[in-house]
């Protein structure tokens, strides 16, 4: 099974500033890799995914994330937060199954 | 087109009772799993269904768990006698497929007192 580590659990950020969550996984043949988030008292949505093709993948509300094979990285960023912004932050990924692995989470606070 | 449906969205057990979580996948998905989100942790697989059949259970606890996914209805995911380890959030989610993305319902938030 993979495991994945986001290295940050808490990033407090101010508004308009940029921020960026580190996610990194262990490494497989082949792996399909998402960003969900999670606003207080909901379910997950999901922000973005990389199945195949460009490195570079843009998600919903500006976020954008870029898969690096050779370091087994996925780290996902935004160039100037909002307020709204504020929630929890899963890495996950999938190999050649259907079962997804999750990171423990990274709660972005952002501040006026 | 409705998202993943869950109900309900909380529900508060005393030990020993059991607790019958609910789950209505997406419009045209066949395909429902569960995941078990502990305080302060991501989420664990739990199980993996199709319409009247369990294609991976290598998540559940063995006992005291159960789910099922009927040939018509929700999919329903049970716990009998529950302990206060079992409280948590678990979430379902749904495809259209396998090996296609998952998309998430809001949670059942289980509370056993």
């Known amino acids: 099974a993979q495991s994945v580590t986001q290295l940050d659990s808490q990033v407090p950020v101010f508004e308009e500033a940029p921020v960026e969550l580190r996610c990194n996984y262990s490494?497989?043949?082949?792996?399909?890799l998402f960003w969900y988030v999670q606003y207080p008292n909901q379910g997950l949505q999901l922000l973005l995914k990389y199945l195949s093709g460009s490195t570079l993948v843009k998600g919903i509300n500006g976020f954008e994330a870029e898969f690096n094979k050779s370091q087994t990285s996925f780290h996902l960023r935004k160039p100037s937060v909002h307020i709204s912004d504020t929630a929890e932050y899963f890495c996950?990924?999938?190999?050649?199954?259907?079962?997804?692995?999750f990171g423990a989470g990274t709660t972005v606070t952002v501040r006026a | 087109n409705a998202g993943v449906m869950q109900n309900p969205r909380h529900l508060v057990r005393r030990r020993g009772q059991e607790a019958r979580l609910r789950c209505s996948p997406m419009?045209?998905?066949?395909?429902v799993y569960w995941y078990r989100q502990l305080p302060e942790e991501g989420l664990k697989f739990m199980v993996y269904l199709q319409k009247e059949n369990i294609i991976d259970e290598s998540g559940m606890p063995k006992e005291r768990f159960s789910a099922e996914f009927p040939k018509e209805g929700p999919s329903i995911l049970r716990i009998q006698q529950v302990v206060r380890g079992d409280s948590a959030a678990y979430f379902c989610a749904s495809s259209q497929t396998g090996g296609e993305t998952q998309y998430f319902g809001p949670g059942t938030r289980l509370l056993v007192l």
């Open positions: 996950a990924v999938r190999s050649n199954d259907y079962k997804l692995s």
């Open positions: 490494s497989s043949v082949s792996v399909y």
């Open positions: 419009k045209g998905h066949s395909h």
